[in-house]
């Protein structure tokens, strides 16, 4: 046989779509999604098979966990102890489980997350209400198939009493296919199957009348009825978990926080740990010490205040940022037919009370045919007492017991199984007593058999069944409700005063992107002075504000984005130390850097705008409200042409007037108010209009005639005009010449482009900063006051080689929130 007739060729998709197809069949039916019949998983259903094959039940002794995983893994479940063991812990465990399906007796883990100890170390059995999980089995109630090794027998589906589905709810992930019930409560889901039952077409709303909503058995409050609606029609909704708190005042007028439950599926010890490190953080103002009260007596969780501590801001920002409060999703998919599917509230109970008509119709005709079988024996035995006399006369002709047997037959007409019973008859059975004793079984035997067969012929009374069984069950293990349900939804709202103590700080930025925040304290401590600032060597200080730990900056760069960045986020410093790179406290690009800060305290401020002015002229102003995030990273603040940059970003009242200034020497002035209010992420409209190799080195402010506009060259020269001299125009123009620069090949140039331009109103101080970040000192009043078209007058000698770089205006605290 050659190579080529050995092997068929296959396509690797058509193979491993094949296998995982098998693989994902699998999980689905037999290992993570409960059938939606009796609410378990394979593992589970195992499980407690095993332990009632055993006779591991609630009458008896507790049963080491071991054997029990040994009995499960070598007879029904072929797969490692460890995931047998777990399946077995989750139901001991009675904070994930509505009703206990295992009696556990050992460490069983608790609600801290600590594990459970070895199974050779626990003990367990089943819990009394897993017996109506198993009840009737033996009766022929449900199906069998054979075990993985065709050695033993075991149920596709448990026979399931109550609804446990619903009562103890499900979690689990398989292939495609998830799901997530929550735990209900007992009596109100077996009230709803009996509603179902004698209503068929009874609608959702009435069925919601029985049950509520889910009952976690961690209790705490439920909130959203609409999330509820949601998922009992669809099978898909969200909650929300709320753990039960209650202020409680102290002596002193200290005040603390008591939580007695906490949300299903909550790790206490990791709510605990979050809580006390958002203490030690110091993220909230307020809470002196956070302790875990809980003992026999239930859970207590205690977080003790400060005096004048507000307690309610600081229990919302807990509910907000800790899992006191978390969102649950219902996603109720279960196995039916086979075949996994998303269910609503009423198909989940139509499709238990189907299986309920099958087994109590499965356990009558079993115990039917028990009758009957038995009801024959005895009209057999009733007849032969009769006629006893000649019954003993034929025995005792007959040479042996099958010739007996068969002399009864013939002779009496009795059957085979009645010849064999009176064959089997005890003397002592022959008294009188006796004999009317058989008579009188037959007789209830003949009531039973009615009974039975009008079950079988009669739905209303199959009905009646299955409601008296379920209501005897509802009577011996219901409990009452543990969680609250609340219609609406509360929104969590956290005010700023409650996180943050309000405090008048210093807030720095320097040339190389180092930011700090300082107390007052500190300032005063070391001085006073501005100019003592910690700083890196040959860094610089270019910004100050003088701000609230409430306020926020907004923080803009040059290609466009903005940054909301509250005060209180800044890292604080000493006034001596340099402070941390603002990259450490935003996501700012390594491309971009900062054109604008703008301190503020409320961005819903009435007609405020901001006004944006680029290195290619556009001019765009926005309402300042339309800043305001709740997103950390960059948002967009402007649109940009692809050579473009923003140049600055400032706030206005809009009643100004602003005045460009170009490298090249040119200016235009105009009322801010031309430039209409546009939205976030526009690009604006001209404000001036360039030369090919021109752009805008300065946006000024300017009011009225008063004042001078200064100007400075890369080569130090400058001059002040007054800006009387500068005429209002409309935006988009050319402008007017501000300063002229001198051409000639012997003449001393006085700079090649305008580095910076100011409006002086009061006297300032300019710092220039040369390319080795050298400082030079200009003082506004020593700057000559010339005409519009003059060359200016050498201020900063920088050099022969030297230019100015930089220019810093000596900064001063900004309190005015115009930055």
């Not at 080529?4 to 699998?26: H, I, M, N, T, W």
């Not at 007593?433 to 079950?455: A, C, P, T, W």
């Not at 604008?596 to 002229?617: C, H, M, Q, W, Y």
Request: charged share 30%; glycine share 8%.
């Amino acid at each position: 046989m050659s190579l080529s007739e050995q092997f068929l060729p296959a396509y690797l998709e058509e193979v491993v779509g094949d296998r995982f197809g098998r693989y994902s069949k699998y999980i689905i039916q037999d290992r993570a999604i409960p059938d939606v019949r009796d609410g378990l998983k394979p593992v589970q259903r195992r499980i407690l098979y095993a332990m009632y094959d055993s006779g591991n039940t609630p009458d008896k002794p507790y049963r080491k966990s071991a054997k029990t995983v040994g009995d499960v893994m070598g007879n029904y479940h072929p797969h490692g102890d460890s995931a047998i063991y777990e399946g077995m812990v989750r139901m001991a465990q009675p904070w994930k489980m509505g009703h206990v399906l295992v009696q556990g007796h050992g460490n069983w883990g608790s609600v801290d997350d600590d594990p459970a100890a070895a199974m050779r170390y626990t003990e367990a059995r089943l819990s009394p209400i897993a017996m109506e999980l198993l009840r009737d089995i033996e009766k022929r109630t449900v199906l069998f198939k054979d075990n993985f090794d065709n050695t033993a027998k075991e149920p596709v589906v448990l026979p399931s009493r109550y609804p446990n589905l619903l009562v103890n709810g499900a979690s689990g992930i398989s292939a495609g296919f998830a799901t997530e019930i929550p735990p209900h409560n007992l009596r109100e889901v077996i009230d709803a199957c009996i509603a179902v039952m004698q209503k068929p077409d009874i609608e959702l709303a009435d069925i919601m009348t029985f049950i509520k909503g889910p009952d976690f058995p961690t209790g705490g409050i439920i909130m959203g009825r609409e999330g509820i609606l949601d998922a009992y029609r669809t099978g898909k909704g969200r909650i929300y978990i709320r753990a039960k708190t209650e202020i409680e005042s102290l002596r002193g007028g200290k005040q603390q926080i008591v939580i007695t439950e906490i949300p299903y599926q909550v790790v206490k010890s990791r709510l605990v740990t979050a809580m006390e490190n958002i203490r030690l953080e110091k993220k909230v103002e307020g809470i002196a010490e956070v302790r875990d009260e809980s003992g026999r007596d239930g859970q207590r969780i205690v977080v003790e205040l400060k005096k004048d501590a507000d307690a309610n801001g600081i229990l919302a920002y807990l509910l907000k940022k800790t899992d006191l409060q978390v969102n649950y999703n219902f996603n109720m998919v279960a196995i039916v037919n086979k075949t996994p599917q998303q269910l609503g509230l009423k198909a989940m109970l139509e499709a238990y009370i189907a299986h309920q008509r099958e087994v109590v119709t499965h356990r009558t005709q079993y115990e039917l045919e028990r009758a009957e079988d038995r009801a024959h024996v005895l009209e057999g035995l009733v007849k032969a007492l009769n006629i006893l006399d000649e019954v003993i006369n034929a025995i005792k002709a007959s040479k042996n017991r099958q010739d007996a047997q068969k002399n009864l037959e013939w002779m009496f007409g009795f059957t085979e199984r009645q010849a064999d019973s009176i064959l089997t008859l005890q003397l002592y059975r022959l008294t009188n007593l006796e004999i009317h004793q058989l008579q009188k079984e037959l007789d209830e035997l003949m009531k039973k058999i009615d009974n039975l067969r009008s079950i079988l012929d009669n739905d209303k009374k199959l009905i009646g069944v299955i409601r008296k069984e379920l209501l005897e069950i509802r009577e011996k293990y219901g409990v009452d409700r543990r969680s609250d349900i609340q219609d609406e939804v509360e929104e969590i709202k956290v005010n700023l005063e409650v996180l943050v103590n309000a405090e008048d700080v210093l807030v720095t930025l320097s040339k190389d992107g180092y930011i700090k925040r300082t107390s007052m304290l500190s300032f005063t401590r070391s001085g006073g002075e501005l100019e003592s600032s910690g700083v890196k060597e040959g860094d610089y200080i270019t910004r100050l504000f003088e701000v609230n730990t409430l306020d926020s900056l907004l923080i803009f760069t040059d290609r466009g984005q903005y940054f909301l960045l509250p005060v209180h986020q800044i890292p604080e410093y000493k006034w001596k130390d340099a402070g941390t790179a603002i990259v450490n406290v935003i996501q700012l690009p390594k491309e971009d850097s900062i054109v604008s800060v703008i301190p503020v305290s409320n961005l819903d401020e009435a007609g405020k705008t901001l006004v944006f002015v680029t290195r290619k002229g556009q001019v765009k102003r926005t309402e300042l409200k339309d800043y305001a995030t709740k997103r950390t990273g960059a948002v967009a603040a402007v649109k940009l042409a692809a050579d473009d940059q923003v140049l600055s970003v400032t706030m206005s009242d809009g009643t100004k007037e602003m005045m460009l200034v170009t490298k090249g020497g040119m200016s235009i002035r105009f009322r801010e108010s031309e430039v209409n209010s546009m939205g976030r992420v526009s690009g604006g409209v001209r404000g001036i209009q360039l030369r090919d190799d021109d752009e805008v080195v300065a946006s000024l402010w300017v009011e009225e005639d008063e004042g001078e506009v200064l100007t400075i060259t890369d080569l130090g020269y400058g001059k002040r005009s007054l800006l009387i001299d500068y005429a209002a125009q409309s935006r988009g123009g050319k402008g007017i010449v501000t300063f002229e620069f001198k051409e000639g090949k012997r003449v001393k140039p006085n700079g090649n482009v305008i580095v910076g331009a100011f409006y002086c109103r009061e006297p300032m101080d300019i710092t220039a900063y040369d390319q080795h970040g050298q400082p030079y000192l200009i003082h506004s009043e020593k700057v000559p006051i010339a005409e519009r078209k003059s060359v200016g007058k050498l201020l900063v000698d920088v050099g022969k080689n030297g230019i100015v770089q930089d220019l810093v205006v000596h900064p001063k605290p900004e309190q005015n929130k115009e930055g």
